[in-house]
Structures are given as structure tokens and as C-alpha cells.
């Protein structure tokens, strides 16, 4: 299966996708961190949507579209202050529409709560990272097509909000202290356990680790 994870710098996504081998390819405007240049596209996401994929994640921007930048849009009578971030927030929506609208049967886009007033459609689940094995909370929307909404594969107890800090360390009560020094890329890392079950849950079944599966346990038998 031919897959892009676009807007994806850290390959997260799409070295899961690898391990289970699937064609997948990251792709951004930056260069890639996560170790595999040979699998990122480096180029505007438009570009690449021009070839055929069989599955699009895509993880658009979110600085002007977020309900976390509502005060800078606003006023207290709610009404717009900032035309420039109105304006950016439009663009954002239609960078967002073009995944949604894609050519192709599975499509999921990863973004937190939008403001309402950039008109985008009810989102299809919610998900947290403490929900597949990462101790946090960081609340995320998911818009799917053709796809079945991710089910839980660990859930524990989240310690904390998750807010891009560059450190994390475990006191003997094991409660987590972060340090202040926070990072708008870090923020914005798609989590692994989130990750790994995106590729199980959405590429397993073509994968061919499936039938390699099935065929060790049929000699167990």
C-alpha cells in the first residue's frame, strides 16, 4: 500500500507504516528528523497529492485554525480583530479541505479543536495519547474517511499535559517534573504509541506481516 504522511517532518507515522511494509513516505517543506531521507518527500504537500496514494494522513497546520488562538482573534464581544490571522485561518482551512476532499478512499487528518468559524466539519473521534501508552494528556480530533476510528491499544494514567518540554524524569513517587523550556515542533510530534496504531490498525490488514501471521499460527495448530 502506497501511503503519505503529509506534513510530517519527524516520520513517526510513517516509519510505523514501514516496519510493516507498506510503501510510505513523509512529507514537509523541512527536512526530515526522522533518520530517512530516502523515505521523505521534501515539498509542498500539493505536489505530492498529485500522484496516487492509497492512504493520506495528514497532519496540516494548525496555528491559525486551533480554538487555542481564539484570543488572538477575537475580541470579548467576539468580534474579528486580527483580518491578517482571519485570513491565514482561511487559507489553513483550505489547506485542511484539500486532504479532506482527496482523490483517494482512506484519508485521515490529525488536528486539534478548530475555531467554528473557519467552517470545518465535525470531526470523526477523539483520541489521547494516554489512551496507546503514553502518559499524557493532549487532546486531538481526527477526521476519517474510509477508515474505522482508532481503537485504544493501552490506556494508563495520564501524569500531566503534554506541552512540548524538551525533558521529562520520574521522581520516586513516579509523578513526572517537566522543566519550563518548551517547543512548538515537540508540541506538535505525533505521539509513537498513537503512531504504531495508526499503522496496525490502518495498514495492518494489507500488510504483509498479516498473512506471515496467519501462517505461523495455522502450525501451531
Sequence with gaps: MKVLVACEESQAVCL???????????CDLQECSGGHPEWHIKADAR????????????????TYLSRAGATHLFDRAGRI???????KGMDGAAFFRMFLNADCEK????????????????????IEPYMFGEPWRKRTRLWLKGLE??????????????????????????????????????RAKTFHGIARAMAEQWGGIYGPW????????RSKS
Excluded at 510505523?16 to 513523509?26: L, M
Excluded at 497529492?49 to 494548525?62: E, G, N, S, T, V
Excluded at 480583530?81 to 485570513?87: A, G, L, P
Design 81 to 87: 480583530i486580527n483580518i491578517d490571522r482571519y485570513m
Design 107 to 126: 484519508v485521515a487528518i490529525e488536528n486539534p479543536t478548530p475555531l467554528k468559524i473557519f467552517g470545518l466539519p465535525k470531526w470523526t473521534q477523539t
Design 149 to 186: 476510528p482508532l481503537k485504544p491499544t493501552k490506556i494508563v494514567k495520564p501524569v500531566g499535559l503534554w506541552c512540548g518540554v524538551t525533558t521529562a524524569t520520574q521522581d520516586e513517587n513516579y509523578e513526572y517534573k517537566m522543566n519550563n523550556v518548551r517547543s512548538g515542533k515537540l
Design 210 to 217: 498479516i498473512s506471515i501471521r496467519r501462517t505461523a499460527n
Design 47 to 62: 505536489e505530492a497529492m498529485k500522484l496516487h496514494w492509497d492512504l493520506i494522513i495528514a497532519h496540516p497546520p494548525c
Design 16 to 26: 510505523e507504516f514501514r516496519k510493516i511494509g507498506h510503501e510510505a513516505y513523509s
